[in-house]
């Protein structure tokens, strides 16, 4: 056993008489290093008895390392007289059965110099691996962007629960630009990114210098650390694109939506993501996007200053265009904010809205071939 595993909490085997151990406290070096550990013998029996698990003699070792593996062990089944001290010199003479991982957020971590610090001292020995921020602290690893170039990361792990292999690749082969980075509302975290240079337009008088974004993307965690999605688009016109715009800004998020919204080729963009499908596709909308809710049947509404639009994974989309008839029917629906119903036939649509006391209304809309789109409220 090594002695950097001997965090309170963590279970051992010990190997001259078979029992098993709970350890409760350990000592450190001015490096914060474990240096020695304290652990209390663990009565396997009152544990099991504890979970209502039934044993023999000889099954009871067995059903103990079973148990052990998706339950804690509660301190009524410690024995707290038979404390016993690891250091070393004798860590040989124990084995790890069940690590403890200790809640990183609740160190001090930064960065200094390119070096990742906990609690005052280097994190780890990093050798060439320069440090540019903390992009997000985990339970039980950190996120971190490693400078790889001007102006461009790779994303690593750092986990001091493998001592010698702290750091290990998070998004294996990549460089990206410097993200933004957004924590969404179940707790995943995105980055987005892009890539651009400047570009000269125009002759003459009407000369001008525009940002052009070359490549965009996103990268998606869940609250542990784990990546869920990676995707990068880039502008090239003469390749077949997922979506023939960039990325853009995180604007808003729901359950399963993330909407980006930005400006390409002087034209205004908005892109949905779905977390579900794990793709990406573009609506039209001439305005920011002011609110965004999804309701219980995975239909995400979303209003802009003076649009109207309803998302599903479905496809079965809607974007109502600034009219004086949708300002109008926008004001009778005003209070009624929750879509409890929704209809798309292609040639109508019905939106049936609901209030906090549950009185309904119905926005009606048909498509003709004179003149153009009607709508009622209803």
Known sequence: MKMNRAKKGAVVLNKLYGDFYHVDGNSKDE????????ACRIDVGAYLESLNIRFTSENKRALFLKALA???????????QSEMSMTEKNAICFRVIKDS???????????????????????AEQGEIEIDQILAIFPHKILIGVKAGEDKISLMYFDPNYAGKEFRPALKGTKIPVPEKITLSNDNLLLYYSRTHMEEKGEGDEKTTEEVVDVSGYVIYDSEGSLLDHDEYDTDPDEDHEIDV?????????????????????????????????ELRSIELASKVSSAEENVDKFMLIKTADELAVVSDSGNELVLKPSKQLSKALDQLYGYGYLVDYCNKGRYFILTFASDSYEVKTLKGTFTSDIGLVLTVE
């Open 31 to 38: 490096n914060g290093k474990i240096v020695s550990a304290q």
């Open 70 to 80: 998706e339950n804690d062990v509660p301190l009524y089944c410690i024995d707290g």
């Open 101 to 123: 991982y200790e809640n990183l957020a609740a160190e001090n971590w930064y960065v200094s110099d390119g070096v990742l610090v906990k609690n005052g001292h280097p994190a």
């Open 246 to 278: 960039p990325l853009g800004k995180y604007v808003i998020d729901t359950d399963n939506f993330i909407v980006f919204q930005g400006e390409f080729n002087g034209k205004p963009f908005t892109n949905i993501y779905s977390r579900e499908y794990h």
